[in-house]
């Protein structure tokens, strides 16, 4: 007869089938290892506790997206092995969640400080109660708005985002050393991506990013999102510096004149991600946007299916669209599936050829990565191209 797992056997699986697909600092090991998740979701069963994916706390009625949840474990870890907060650090977290993310983070800084705030009042109580409950009371818990930073324990060595960002705060820049890191789930173009940078000076630069997807935050409202259907079941998002006549895309997907369709020389395999064709396509193209697909939509109305419905990238100009799509071929059995893009309107070729042009760019070199470069606004000429946002600047370059 079997026993019942108990936490820390839970706790300690879970940590091991992380570090299985992904290496993760030896500081951050021990923090998960010896916080327990569980005591942080009261009400979720142990089980669900120490599995790897997210836990809702508080839903938002009438949105799609709750209004905070438990980050999934392995996106924690990613991110802290980002941040690599040291003992002795003074870090400010946005976005306070559980306390979970807190209480790892006091492991990592010792005699240092950890300051997390949020700006939902039940948010910010869960997550004081369960930090005093666990044992880590010299955490500051602040309900506040988290885009106004915190100004009274700053200056920060590190600051790292639980929530989705669109745009960089000015107050976080005055709040953070210079030397010091920030980590943060920034959105832009439709895609979200943890993008781990370091301050030096005026200009905040990258290290790294990965894909990742988080909860947007409360108060900035740069991103648009537009029906291209009367149903709603089709969807454009897409940034506020973008010039988009969603009018005149409407109802383009649905129209009685078949679609483009277009093959790239690229193929893939069956578990290999392609995500990295958006983040190229961004370093130098303003026309990339995200489509959204409902299954309905999909198999209803669509002549060519997107490469992944809820989000594929597309490049939009005028009355004119083209999205990635994904065909699959049996002559290469290592890499059966082919990528192209289905293209409609008037420019439909032109778009076509331009999203392919992102595809063998990125084919050349598929784990190629970025570095990302941020200024404020106000330090001058922006370079050739840059993604202009309220207060900062963004440069992405291979």
């Known amino acids: 007869m079997s026993q019942t797992p108990t936490a820390d056997q839970l706790r300690n699986r879970l940590v091991d089938d992380i570090l299985s697909t992904r290496e993760i600092p030896s500081d951050v090991e021990r923090a998960m290892r010896t916080v327990p998740r569980d005591a942080f979701l009261p009400g979720i069963e142990l089980e669900n506790a120490y599995t790897d994916q997210a836990v809702t706390i508080k839903d938002n009625p009438g949105q799609p997206l709750p209004l905070s949840c438990a980050s999934v ?36 800084v010792g005699g240092g400080r950890v300051t997390t705030v949020d700006i939902d009042s039940d948010v910010a109580l869960h997550a004081r109660t369960t930090l005093n409950t666990t044992g880590y009371e010299g955490v500051t818990v602040i309900e506040h708005n988290g885009l106004l930073g915190v100004h009274e324990n700053a200056p920060y060595d590190r600051i790292i985002a639980t929530v989705g960002i669109w745009d960089i705060p000015a107050a976080w820049w005055d ?86 369709a277009f093959l790239s020389a690229q193929r893939i395999g069956g578990e290999e991600s392609f995500d990295g064709i958006w983040l190229r396509a961004t370093a130098d193209d303003d026309r990339v946007c995200r489509l959204e697909v409902t299954p309905e939509a999909a198999e209803q109305h669509l002549i060519h299916r997107p490469a992944t419905p809820s989000r594929s ?20 059995p290592q890499r059966p599936f082919r990528l192209g893009t289905a293209a409609y309107g008037p420019r439909s070729k032109e778009l076509a050829q331009s999203l392919i042009t992102h595809i063998d760019a990125w084919g050349a070199a598929r784990r190629a990565v970025p570095q990302m470069t941020i200024t404020p606004p106000t330090t001058g000429p922006a370079p050739d191209h840059v993604i202009t946002k309220p207060e900062s600047h963004i440069t992405l370059t291979y």
Do not use: K
Request: glycine share 12%; hydrophobic share 40%; proline share 4%.
């Open 175 to 260: 709040q953070l050393v210079d030397g010091g890191r920030l980590v943060l789930p920034l959105r832009w173009r439709g895609q979200t991506r943890s993008v781990a940078l370091t301050r030096r000076g005026d200009e905040l630069v990258s290290d790294g990013m990965e894909l990742c997807g988080f909860v947007p935050v409360i108060g900035q409202n740069g991103e648009r999102t537009a029906a291209l259907n009367a149903a709603d079941t089709i969807r454009l998002h897409y940034d506020q510096d973008q010039a988009i006549d969603t009018d005149a895309l409407t109802g383009i997907l649905l129209s009685d004149e078949p679609a483009g």
């Open 73 to 108: 474990p392995s996106v924690v870890a990613m991110m802290l092995g980002q941040l690599g907060a040291r003992l002795g650090d003074n870090v400010l977290e946005i976005g306070a969640g559980t306390g979970y993310n807190a209480a790892l983070l006091a492991e990592l």
């Open 313 to 332: 990238p597309a490049l939009v100009e005028d009355d004119s669209l083209a999205y990635l799509t994904v065909t699959r071929e049996d002559a290469d």
